[in-house]
């Protein structure tokens, strides 16, 4: 059987690399990582290539058919394993920074493009110095993070020497500052295959991920385009510009985008599986598998599920449930407020807690999307009040 290397784990793509007849092998790091019945091994910071490649190679793997990237931490490393085992797919380790490091996706990107000014924050940069450079807002996070991780919004000095303190403060290129936009956001989750986009879907978030990441809740829905005709070629049009500037590699990617009252400004890409339950609801939506369209990428072959054609006839979204900030919930009292596609649960007092405080997760539908709108932010609403 043909054996996948596969930096992180991920119980989805784990059934889609069985489904292919691939025997996925886990490289996993702390706090998360592959069940017992799985190969794997542990190493201590997926971005460490060189520890990664000793892994693997102590392993004295054979039959390797590929290489991927559960984490946006990984991407890097996928790139170098490549190269170093002449396995198929992106080999190109440089270009992969001009999507791990924010600075480095900003300052190389085409100047129609609008973006938040952004830089490195070095050791010993003092708050006086970024509001005068970024404004007496900006937004503190590191210049490799994923899922808004240690992002925070700086409004004062004291936020920022608190922010400081959640970095090791050894490297002049850990941290990068930019300035705050104050805009709600949308996404765009795509394939992009020799330099033009294959298939993408839009989505739009509840919150923005930094708010979610600090007590709030990740939810975001699939727009359907008839309503948004502007807004989608304006978006495709960032994603041509964003992914052709930077010389992006064959990949499935997530784009985020600010929505602002006079125009669209980037945010960030990045050349991975988007997270959440996007991958889910987009294949339920337009019937595309992106965890399918990762593995044929990672093969070296083009993706082949392009979806159904035509207007879809339901919407579909998601939300990653957490504990509420009073009372109690179980499934069953979701399921008595609301109709779901799909929800679990775990209302036990040492249910294991994942990204965003998750405990369970939901996923709805409708045939309209602003009445999914709604539904998602009541269940939100629902989750976070106990129900009241």
């Known amino acids: 059987m043909p054996r996948v290397i596969v930096i992180g784990y991920r119980g989805d793509l784990d059934r889609a690399l069985r489904r292919r007849g691939l025997d996925p092998f886990y490289v996993v790091q702390a706090p998360m990582g592959a069940p017992d019945d799985r190969e794997s091994c542990w190493v201590a910071d997926f971005e460490n ?15 390797i058919a590929g290489v991927l990237s559960v984490h946006e931490m990984g991407v890097f490393t996928a790139a170098y394993l490549r190269q170093q085992l002449r396995l198929p797919g992106n080999t190109d380790s440089r270009t992969v920074l001009s999507f791990r490091d924010k600075y480095l996706q900003k300052s190389r990107l085409l100047p129609e493009v609008r973006r938040a000014r952004c830089r490195h924050v070095p050791k010993g940069t003092s708050y006086q110095e970024l509001i005068d450079d970024l404004g007496k807002i900006f ?16 409004r004062s000095a004291e936020e920022y020497e608190r922010a400081l303190a959640l970095f090791s403060g050894t490297s002049d290129v850990e941290i990068v500052a930019e300035s705050f936009i104050d805009a709600p956001e949308v996404y765009i989750d795509g394939i992009w295959r020799d330099g033009e986009l294959q298939w993408s879907s839009m989505g739009r978030y509840h ?3 930094v708010d979610a990441a600090h007590d709030g809740t990740l939810a975001a829905w699939v727009l359907d385009r008839r309503l948004h005709t502007g807004l989608f070629q304006q978006a495709e049009t960032i994603v041509h510009q964003v992914l052709g500037s930077l010389g992006a590699p064959d990949c499935v990617f997530h784009l985020e985008i600010f929505e602002e009252e006079t125009d669209l400004t980037f945010g960030e890409c990045a050349i991975r599986l988007p997270g959440g339950l996007s991958p889910q609801v987009n294949e339920l939506t337009y019937g595309v598998d992106l965890f399918d369209a990762e593995i044929s990428l990672a093969l070296g072959e083009p993706p082949t599920q392009m979806g159904r054609d035509g207007a879809p006839d339901r919407f579909y979204g998601f939300v990653l449930l957490r504990r509420p900030d009073s009372g109690h919930l179980t499934q069953e009292d979701f399921e008595r407020a609301f109709r779901f596609d799909q929800i679990h649960y775990d209302s036990s007092p ?22 999914l709108e709604k539904t998602i932010h009541d269940i939100v609403r629902f989750n976070a009040t106990g129900g009241t």
């Open 49 to 63: 290539a060189q520890e990664v490649l000793r892994a693997v190679l102590a392993r004295r793997l054979d039959n």
């Open 350 to 371: 040492d249910a294991p807690v994942g990204p965003y405080g998750r405990i369970g997760q939901a996923i709805v539908s409708d045939p309209d999307e602003s009445k």
């Open 139 to 154: 937004v503190v996070k590191p210049a490799t993070g994923a899922g808004a991780l240690r992002t925070n919004i700086i």
């Open 207 to 209: 919150e923005a991920p």
